[in-house]
């Protein structure tokens, strides 16, 4: 079975752009979570969708934002982009939503230049 | 003061040798604990969770945790190479989402 494979896996902006990064979850698994991993950081929790509804939102300006579509494959989109954005953008799903079952994709790094 | 704080190391020990990582935590609602390893430019791998206190065994990995001390213990027996990675500890309490917060993670270099 395939695991969550995120897209792109490298991507660099400059200031002030935008960007969309985009997860494909486990076959059968509902909820999806997006993290972010600065380097030499553990991953900080930036948003949770379950069944297509945000169930959770962590520390994170209003820039960023994410929505889970039908087939339960989500998006991350982050606007006017800063230089502290640069990082790994880490997808995990699970089947019922919770953290302790989650499994991670590879991650999509982003550079802003 | 960080929720969870993790020594970043790194570690080096030689080929067999048993492995301690820890992690300690503030926040006394946390209520299930999980270890992660993270190989360089991947993403993190569940090595096991446990709930509440207690040990808990899979192979070569044996988890602790005591709520009294609000400290967790990742050991690794019989330390292989390809144990060589970031091992991330993380917590999560049992509210009504389920957000992880994880330490910095403890970079363990196994040298043959």
């Known amino acids: 079975d395939a695991g969550v494979t995120q897209s792109p896996t490298h991507l660099i902006k400059t200031r002030g752009q935008h960007v969309t990064l985009r997860c494909s979850p486990i076959?059968?698994?509902?909820?999806v979570s997006w993290y972010q991993q600065v380097l030499g950081q553990g991953p900080q929790f930036i948003f949770q969708?379950?069944?297509?509804?945000?169930?959770g939102r962590g520390n994170f300006p209003d820039r960023f934002s994410a929505r889970q579509f039908p087939n339960y494959s989500s998006e991350l989109n982050v606007n006017a982009l800063l230089l502290g954005d640069s990082a790994l953008y880490l997808c995990?799903?699970?089947?019922?939503?919770?953290?302790?079952?989650?499994?991670f994709g590879p991650g999509t790094r982003l550079t802003v230049l | 003061q960080k929720e969870v704080e993790q020594d970043p190391g790194p570690l080096s020990v030689p080929e067999g040798a048993i492995v301690s990582l820890n992690c300690t935590y503030s926040?006394?609602?946390?209520?299930?604990f999980m270890w992660y390893r993270q190989y360089s430019r991947k993403g993190p791998e569940l090595l096991m969770y446990?709930?509440?206190?207690g040990n808990k065994e899979d192979g070569r990995f044996t988890a602790q945790v005591d709520k009294s001390s609000k400290y967790i213990s990742l050991f690794i027996r019989d330390s292989q190479p390809s144990d060589s990675a970031t091992y991330l500890c993380?917590?999560?309490?049992?509210?009504?989402?389920?957000?992880?917060?994880f330490g910095t993670g403890t970079k363990l270099q196994v040298i043959p």
């Open positions: 995990a799903s699970s089947t019922t939503g919770m953290g302790f079952e989650q499994f």
């Open positions: 076959s059968g698994h509902k909820s």
């Open positions: 969708y379950y069944e297509k509804e945000e169930r």
């Open positions: 926040n006394s609602a946390f209520q299930y």
């Open positions: 446990t709930y509440s206190s």
């Open positions: 993380a917590m999560m309490d049992s509210g009504g989402y389920q957000k992880v917060t």
